[in-house]
């Protein structure tokens, strides 16, 4: 499966912005989550970036970061956020605040609220 990489829309804050304080090559950051985070979730390129380009994007790049710490390599760090992402759930909270339906992965349930999102300011 090739993934379609848009490139992000928020170099400031999100994903992007995030790991620009954490590894020198966001390009690569961001190509290996893009991949990850579509593969895990089956989610469209614009619900990725929109993921990415959104707080929880940079919620997602600290997660890297500290996997980064720990050692990891940039493939390795991305794949561990993603498969710690993918074992939380959605829980009764987040449903009644955001309307995502509990029990779905988390990393789903945020790629496709903010793909919602964004086809809503469209």
Do not use: C
Not at 26 to 35: N, R
Not at 47 to 61: T, Y
Not at 66 to 80: I, K
């Amino acid at each position: 499966m090739t993934t379609n990489i848009l490139p992000t829309t928020n170099e400031t804050w999100g994903f992007w912005g995030s790991m620009g304080y954490t590894t020198a090559d966001q390009s690569q950051a961001w190509a290996l989550a893009t991949t990850a985070i579509a593969k895990a979730t089956g989610g469209t390129p614009e619900a990725v970036r929109a993921f990415l380009d959104s707080r929880h994007g940079r919620h997602f790049a600290n997660d890297v970061a500290s996997e980064l710490f720990n050692g990891r390599t940039l493939a390795a760090a991305v794949d561990a956020a993603v498969a710690t992402w993918m074992t939380w759930r959605i829980d009764k909270q987040t449903e009644r605040e955001d309307g995502i339906p509990r029990g779905l992965p988390y990393l789903t349930g945020w790629v496709i609220h903010h793909q919602l999102e964004a086809e809503m300011t469209e």
